[in-house]
């Protein structure tokens, strides 16, 4: 059973240029979150998506956006990229209805702007 | 924003140690939930403690919960060289389905 699945592994963009990143959930799972981690610190969460929709998200600007396609997978777009946007990017799944259980998260995207 | 911090920032010990890591955080909380991350990796799901429970145990992991200071401890008890990682402690707060990241622990375990 496959768990979380991110590509690309690794990203390397120009400042101004605009970044999709993309996320498969492990199987069964309907929630999609995805996570900035700047290096040394804690992730920072962005948004959440469940039933293409998005339900919650943290304290980033509209240039970070996403969607959810009906088969649960999501993306992650970044518009205008800053050189402060380099960082790992982390996508989490869950099931909704279960809030007491673990997130699983795939291995991330480093993306390092230049 | 930071939900919770983590203590020690970083922490050395020996192979057959025990390693004490300590977490604080600020709101009401569905869960708390442990995580280890290796290398700057995706991060592995350890250890989940509801609100209403105080401690519990997974393998040589021990999780305590104290709802009215606000702070958690993990344990990991005869650490091994593999136990070498980042360790975060992350809340779901009451209402939220989300996770909220204290800035880690970084412990080496060396042989």
């Known amino acids: 059973d496959a768990g979380v699945t991110q590509s690309p592994t690794h990203l390397i963009k120009t400042r101004g240029q605009q970044v999709t990143l993309r996320c498969s959930p492990k199987?069964?799972?309907?929630?999609v979150s995805w996570y900035q981690q700047a290096l040394g610190q804690g992730p920072q969460f962005i948004f959440q998506?469940?039933?293409?929709?998005?339900?919650q998200r943290g304290n980033f600007p509209d240039r970070f956006s996403g969607h959810q396609f009906p088969n649960y997978s999501s993306e992650l777009n970044v518009n205008a990229l800053l050189l402060g946007d380099s960082a790992l990017y982390l996508c989490?799944?869950?099931?909704?209805?279960?809030?007491?259980?673990?997130?699983?998260f795939g291995s991330g995207t480093r993306l390092t702007v230049v | 924003s930071q939900q919770g911090e983590e203590d020690p920032q970083a922490l050395s010990i020996q192979e057959g140690e025990n390693a004490t890591m300590n977490c604080s955080y600020k709101?009401?909380?569905?869960?708390l939930q442990w995580y280890r991350q290796n290398s700057g990796r995706g991060l592995v799901h350890l250890i989940l403690?509801?609100?209403?429970?105080r401690e519990k145990h997974s393998g040589r992991l021990r999780v305590t919960l104290d709802t009215s200071k606000k702070s958690s401890s993990l344990l990991i008890t005869a650490s091994r060289a593999a136990d070498t990682a980042s360790y975060f402690c992350?809340?779901?707060?009451?209402?939220?389905?989300?996770?909220?990241f204290g800035k880690g622990t970084m412990l080496l375990v060396s042989p």
């Open positions: 199987s069964g799972h309907d929630t």
């Open positions: 403690i509801r609100s209403n429970e």
């Open positions: 989490a799944s869950s099931r909704r209805q279960d809030l007491n259980y673990g997130y699983t």
């Open positions: 709101t009401s909380i569905n869960n």
């Open positions: 992350a809340t779901v707060p009451r209402g939220y389905s989300t996770l909220t």
């Open positions: 998506y469940y039933e293409e929709e998005e339900r």
